[in-house]
């Protein structure tokens, strides 16, 4: 949705009436999804801190399609975007006490794995994705990864299927 958003507003990109759509469709599947059977309502600084994330997530998606990282190889921009991070992770763990250290052959493994699985290959593909489709799409077929996380959660983690959560899907 914020991807639209910035492209419409600050590049006058047309919204058409498919990408609408989608936008109102994601926003119900959202609403359908985030509701407990309990009745317990959202954190709002969680809520705030998610939306900075979309935020910044969207400001990237845009500046890969329009800045001079268009030009730039998808591997190229990703060893930089995740240099980047390991500094800013650096510096957070610097001045944070209580940082977990990987103790164990099996933590650096693991951390391993999720630095390069769910990270490295997400950012390579995202900005392929962006540059043969453009911010926009990519940003829409991105709202599938918590279909995703559901399916796993469901299928691994024995997480229970309801109606609501597959309207929601839908």
């Known amino acids: ?25 994601s926003i119900v599947g ?3 999804l985030y509701k407990r059977k309990d ?15 979309s935020l910044s997530y969207a400001i990237y998606i845009v500046a890969v399609n329009r800045s001079v990282l268009r030009d730039m190889p998808s591997f190229k921009l990703t060893f930089y975007v ?5 500094a800013a992770i650096l510096l957070y763990s ?3 006490p209580g940082i977990q250290l990987l103790t164990s052959s099996k933590m650096w493994f693991i951390a391993v794995l999720l ?6 290959i997400s950012l390579v593909t995202m900005v392929l994705s962006v540059h043969y489709i453009g911010s926009t799409p990519t940003a829409i077929l991105g709202a599938l990864e918590p279909v995703t996380a ?19 899907i839908l």
């Open 94 to 96: 610097g001045v944070t």
């Open 1 to 25: 949705i914020m991807v639209a958003v910035i492209m419409a507003f600050f590049f006058k990109e047309r919204i058409s009436w498919g990408t609408t759509f989608s936008i109102l469709l």
């Open 115 to 120: 630095a390069l699985i769910p990270t490295v």
């Open 39 to 53: 009745g317990t309502v959202l954190n709002m600084t969680g809520v705030w801190l998610v939306m900075l994330s």
């Open 82 to 86: 995740l240099l980047f991070c390991v």
């Open 150 to 168: 559901l399916f796993f959660g469901v299928m691994i983690f024995g997480e229970e299927l309801t109606l609501r959560i597959v309207c929601g």
């Open 30 to 32: 959202i609403l359908l």
